[in-house]
């Protein structure tokens, strides 16, 4: 198939994605990979003051980033990463509850996987396996040649 999707597994895999997000928002974040593959993805962030809002609980915007990053991830590894790139184009958030520490995990399944855009479900716990947010996230999927790219 000449779609741009080759299925990836290797297991030093969460480490390389550590290694390259170094320097990023993802590694000031202190987002942690777990398990990774085109058909799931789990990584983790720390709540603690660097990811909380004013008021001392987890912001929703690093809940976002969290879940983009899962998707984004999710799609690179099941494409041609020679000739494509993963890019977010829509994502949208329900927080559902508030944290105030420890870890919350992102796990994200792809929902569809077509050849220019993938669409994703992303579940976010904490600690205690309690449901914090839920996510769907739009990634697509671009060839390296494009403009700004």
């Not at 480490?15 to 789990?42: F, H, P």
């Not at 790139?85 to 944290?99: K, Q, S, T, Y």
Request: proline share 6%.
């Amino acid at each position: 198939m000449d779609d741009g999707t080759q299925p990836t597994h290797n297991p030093d895999m969460p480490q390389q994605i550590d290694q390259m997000s170094a320097g990023t928002l993802v590694d000031v974040l202190g987002i942690e990979t777990l398990t990774t593959n085109a058909d799931r993805v789990i990584m983790r962030m720390p709540v603690e003051p660097r990811t909380h809002q004013p008021f001392g609980l987890l912001h929703g915007g690093a809940t976002v980033v969290l879940a983009e990053t899962v998707a984004s991830i999710g799609t690179w590894l099941g494409i041609d990463q020679q000739r494509f790139n993963a890019v977010g184009i829509e994502i949208n958030c329900n927080h559902l509850r508030g944290v105030r520490e420890g870890w919350v995990t992102a796990e994200g399944v792809p929902l569809h996987r077509g050849r220019t855009t993938w669409v994703w479900d992303i579940r976010v716990y904490d600690d205690a396996r309690r449901l914090v947010a839920v996510s769907r996230c739009t990634i697509a999927v671009i060839p390296k040649s494009a403009p700004g790219v």
